[in-house]
């Protein structure tokens, strides 16, 4: 088995972030549903994650030795198979079946359909308790696979997810890091007029948590983050990361809930692929 | 009576815009009735009553288990609360707290979740409820209501925001075709006869109320006699009325999109097995998850069109001894 090679080159990066903003877009105006905004917001963080650090295997995504994802916010379903795509876990061309009757590419990822979903998601705040599962079987195991969790900032008003954070704290798995995608905005709006979640770093830190808050579009930034949190002993680690729901078209940042769960109109479908602009390679579909 | 054709985005109207139309009437007619979400008010259409009456709608965040028990901290001093989500997490996740601190408490919480059933569509399996009848059935003093389109939607919440005690309204994503006009009265426990026959009984909830009428006219060409039921109470059930179709027809058909297992099929099969057993066969998802896709296809693929309900009563009536 041999882990995909990986790279730290930002401007690749950068370049691969376009495509992925690209190819979002798409899917969402293809299968006229879909989650653009939380999944535009997550790009870097995910793209720099997947293609700088993840051990893992295209031609064997079950392989032992790889990194677990957990997509949390398993809505950000069209930023995952983009990526999963693009390196090689299904043929590219799949992306334009997105949401469509009998795909693999479910609304939610779904583990059983997709190669390289660690686990199905979709209904919030239940991935940090999945990722603690493998967090702590792994460390039974002594084995070096870290696990990551890919979090919303709306989706830490569940109960569910201060259990794990508890519960994680308490048993100090340094083999798991929390990405939280913190851009300030939920379904029906901004999170300070719903149920505010600040101060987060305060409250992770309160649940004995290792706390890195960054700009999460700057590559720089997010990967001297993913290096801190995997070199850090003793605690697990959340990389709240500053961003912006929609980020890439400015019609989706500006809507109210950073167009949320829509699919764009025809119009702004045009404008937001022109205002993208073209990638260093053609779209897969 | 209009009928309509399938759940399209163009035609009837959706259970869950009827929903928030009428909910907003009550808000001005009751100063006690208060409104409760989770993130979804501009999906299930609680919205509507939070623009109009702000002081008396709470959107609770991204936590359905702490807004049932909210709800019914509410009820306990006085307020009529409404708590709303998808049925998946207004069921599901909060199952537990909608169990003891709900119904063992006998709280006056009216819970009214959206997006029932495979109609979902393109989200998929993980937001299709198609247990949530039978879990919410499940629940001593738990009442189960699932309309079959707009206009009976707005007179059952009319009713339950009367009514006192725990209630699960069962509403739906898309619009549906209209089935009733105003003259619709609502009875807890009461099932409402939408066809007589006499060859066999088809009982049905919801979305599925419509094509069972089409597949009663259907089968009517074909010279089979039957009787079409809109049994929008599932619990408590119409017992007496699910007998004497027993009685009178000797073979019955459910239809409800949702697992064929403990929903409104189990119901009408636990009923005439104790009373007057007779075959019942039992449209719905054959105990397995939905997926993404289309609504036309998605029902077609999971077996709930009238097609597969005039199917269900050929092989009924075919069982009858
Ligand atoms: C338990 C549960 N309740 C409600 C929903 C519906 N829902 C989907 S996404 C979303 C908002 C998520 O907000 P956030 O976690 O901030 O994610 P982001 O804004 O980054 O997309 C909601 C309420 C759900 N998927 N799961």
Redesign the interface.
């Known amino acids: 088995m041999a882990a995909y090679a990986l790279t730290s080159d930002k401007q690749l990066l950068a370049d691969k972030c376009l495509l992925h903003r690209r190819h979002i877009v798409k899917m969402v105006h293809c299968?006229?549903?879909?989650h653009m905004g939380g999944s535009l917001s997550a790009v870097e963080l995910a793209t720099t994650l997947y293609y700088s650090f993840l051990k893992g295997d295209p031609a064997n995504p079950k392989w032992d030795g790889r990194d677990y994802v957990v997509w949390s916010k398993?809505h950000a379903s069209p930023l995952a198979y983009s990526i999963l795509a693009d390196l090689g876990y299904f043929p590219k061309a799949e992306l334009a079946t997105f949401?469509?009757?009998?795909?693999r590419?479910?609304?939610?990822v779904?583990r059983l359909k997709v190669p390289g979903i660690d686990a199905?998601?979709?209904?919030?705040?239940q991935g940090i308790s999945i990722a603690l599962g493998m967090a702590l079987a792994t460390r039974l195991d002594k084995t070096p696979n870290h696990v990551w969790a890919i979090t919303g900032d709306?989706?830490h008003?569940?109960?569910q997810m201060w259990e794990a954070i508890m519960a994680a704290g308490f048993h100090k798995t340094d083999n798991l890091t929390v990405i939280l995608d913190y851009n300030k905005k939920?379904?029906?709006g901004p999170v300070e007029n719903?149920?505010d979640i600040a101060p987060i770093a305060d409250k992770y830190r309160a649940f004995n948590w290792n706390v890195i808050e960054i700009n999460g579009h700057d590559i720089v930034q997010i990967i001297d983050a993913y290096k801190k949190a995997l070199a850090f002993k003793g605690k697990p680690t959340v990389v709240i990361a500053d961003t912006i729901k929609g980020k890439g078209v400015p019609i989706f940042e500006q809507e109210i809930s950073g167009f949320h769960g829509a699919p764009p109109c025809d119009a702004d479908y045009e404008k937001a692929m022109a205002g993208l602009g073209p990638a260093k390679w053609p779209d897969f579909f | 009576m209009i009928l309509m054709a399938g759940p399209s985005k163009g035609t009837g109207i959706a259970t869950r815009d009827a929903y928030g139309e009428v909910l907003a009437e009550l808000g001005s007619e009751n100063p006690d009735i208060v409104v409760l979400d989770a993130d979804l008010s501009t999906s299930t259409k609680t919205a509507v009553f939070g623009k109009k009456f702000p002081d008396r709608f709470f959107d609770m965040g991204i936590a359905e288990q702490n807004m049932i028990g909210v709800a019914a901290g509410m009820s306990f001093a006085g307020k009529i609360p409404f708590a709303s989500s998808f049925a998946m997490f207004a069921t599901g996740r909060p199952w537990e707290q909608v169990r003891n601190i709900v119904c063992h408490n006998q709280a006056n919480v009216k819970i009214v979740a959206t997006h029932a059933g495979i109609t979902v569509g393109e989200d998929g399996a993980s937001h299709q409820a198609l247990e949530d009848i039978a879990i919410m059935r499940a629940i001593p003093k738990m009442r189960v209501i699932h309309p079959a389109d707009g206009p009976s939607t707005k007179k059952i919440i009319r009713a339950v925001a009367s009514d006192v005690g725990p209630v699960y309204v069962r509403l739906s994503r898309p619009k549906f075709p209209v089935i009733y006009d105003d003259s619709y009265e609502f009875k807890m426990g009461k099932g409402t006869v939408l066809l007589d026959g006499k060859d066999c009984a088809i009982i049905a909830v919801g979305y599925e109320v419509a094509e069972a009428l089409k597949a009663a006219e259907t089968l009517k060409a074909e010279g089979i006699d039957v009787a079409v039921i809109d049994m929008a109470c599932i619990k408590p059930l119409d017992d007496a009325r699910v007998e004497s179709m027993a009685r009178k027809c000797g073979a019955i058909v459910t239809a409800e999109e949702h697992n064929i297992l403990g929903g409104l099929g189990g119901a009408v099969a636990e009923c005439t097995g104790s009373k007057y057993p007779v075959p019942v066969v039992r449209v719905g998802t054959k105990d397995t998850f939905g997926e993404s896709g289309d609504i036309p296809s998605l029902l077609e693929k999971y077996g709930l069109t009238s097609r597969h309900i005039a199917e269900a009563v050929k092989a009924a009536i075919k069982m009858k001894k």
């Open positions: 299968a006229s549903s879909g398993g949401r469509k009757l009998g795909t590419l479910q609304g939610h779904d199905s998601t979709g209904p919030l705040g709306g989706e008003q569940e109960g939920q379904l029906s719903i149920v």
